[in-house]
């Protein structure tokens, strides 16, 4: 009997522990408070000409191509990820791609870069 109940307390521990990876929104407002609060890698996945225009204070141009898994690579999996693009499921995609490489907190923002531009107006711009 107690066999039984240690195994299935062992099951039950690997089953919680095996939790599937879920891609995660965040809102511009929450993207900023943790950004104040811990440190994040914020990657622009916009072209070259947006990222130049405009973009989220401290954020890293990676466009999404067929060269993004391969730059990812330099990046720990373990550090947290938010991502923003022109549109909102384009983000999805690169997220999805970090998540099949084992990345695991891995973020993106919700309503595209026009909703941080809209909400926050917290943006660089550069000439």
Known sequence: MFRKLLLLGLIAVIFISCEPKKMKSITPIELQETMKEESVL????RDRKSYAKSHIN???HIEFTNT????MEKFDKDETIILYAE??????KAASVLFKEDFKLVYFLMNSYSSWESDLNSITYEK
């Not at 993004?68 to 730059?71: D, G, I, K, P, S």
């Open 87 to 92: 549109k909102e499921d384009e983000a999805m």
């Open 58 to 60: 401290g954020a890293q």
């Open 42 to 45: 914020v990657i622009d996945l």
């Open 68 to 71: 993004f898994q391969h730059t």
